[in-house]
């Protein structure tokens, strides 16, 4: 099987979503040797090494880049749902979205992955001017969303929030896959939590 996975994301991306596709790539790259993989990358400006470090080892896994400014590249898959990114990584079987850029695909069945969208859900809790400016952003996500075939939301929560605000994905197209835990967080011994708790902040119970 060919799949494509936008992985942009990881290296222009903020917070949430460059983790989740740092995090997914590297995954993927490890754990599944049968499948042909190529991660599209679309930013003029930045650094995919974080990227070329993790599928370097990866001999089913390959990259391709789309050099062009995103405010550009971005309009014109808005616009004129224009250049399918088939272009340049060629045909697949899967197209992944790891993020909400969305770009066209015609050969390939279409995952988008679903992050929160607190902004539309509980706009009161964040600052207003960056409400206002996503009131954009909910407008893309509105209209690239209607590409895709199926949906994986990262929680049961974000699931009902889609859709109730997108009425037209049905619910049996939307299965929840919780996002993981990274390797870097461990359950730590009970007693010695407790001591540090009290040598840093002097606090015991409750």
């Not at 903020?14 to 990358?41: G, M, P, V």
């Amino acid at each position: 099987m060919k799949i494509i996975l936008d992985g942009s994301d990881a290296v222009v991306g903020t917070r949430a979503t460059r983790r989740y596709a740092i995090n997914l790539i590297h995954e993927f790259a490890s754990i599944n040797k049968q499948d042909q993989f190529k991660i599209f990358l679309n930013y003029f400006r930045g650094n995919s090494e974080v990227i070329d470090l993790t599928i370097k080892k990866a001999k089913n896994f390959s990259r391709r880049r789309y050099p062009m400014p995103r405010h550009i590249s971005l309009r014109l898959w808005d616009k004129l749902n224009f250049p399918p990114i088939d272009i340049f990584a060629g045909k697949a079987d899967i197209f992944h979205a790891l993020g909400d850029d969305c770009p066209p695909v015609k050969s390939a069945k279409y995952i988008m992955t679903l992050h929160g969208i607190v902004y539309m859900t509980a706009p009161e809790l964040l600052d207003f001017n960056y409400v206002n400016y996503v009131k954009k952003k909910q407008a893309w996500l509105r209209k690239m969303s209607k590409r895709a075939d199926y949906f994986i939301a990262v929680s049961n929560t974000t699931k009902v929030d889609f859709l109730k605000h997108f009425g037209f994905i049905a619910p049996e197209r939307v299965g929840v896959i919780p996002l993981g835990i990274g390797s870097e967080f461990k359950i730590l011994e009970k007693e010695m939590v407790k001591r540090e708790l009290y040598r840093r902040f002097s606090i015991t119970k409750p």
